[in-house]
């Protein structure tokens, strides 16, 4: 069972999502929130644990690529690699507030 406080951090990074969607948080921005809520959970098992961080790492990497290069935009190139792992961090989480309704 999920506990409240872990059900709240889940929202929180479904929210950190949508406005990295709406363009209103950077992928840097949403990069350090996911990591940091993530950590911040107590109660969910660690094989989801460890699965969110596999998608999240994939933001992780394009984002400091994209530091590292001085950009402030995302370049097409990684585009795809960024909507594909916000894709399947939004439906683990998803589906894990709806596993506890």
Do not use: H
């Not at 889940?10 to 950190?16: H, P, W, Y």
């Not at 921005?29 to 994939?58: H, P």
């Amino acid at each position: 069972m999920i506990t409240d406080y872990d059900k709240r951090q889940l929202r929180q990074m479904a929210e950190s999502i949508q406005l990295f969607e709406n363009k209103k948080l950077s992928l840097s921005d949403v990069v350090n929130r996911l990591v940091d809520l993530l950590d911040a959970i107590e109660s969910i098992d660690i094989d989801w644990k460890k699965q969110f961080k596999s998608e999240w790492w994939q933001l992780e990497q394009v984002n400091a690529t994209i530091l590292d290069k001085g950009l402030i935009l995302l370049p097409k190139e990684y585009k795809d690699i960024v909507e594909d792992s916000i894709s399947k961090l939004k439906k683990m989480i998803d589906t894990m507030l709806l596993c506890e309704e």
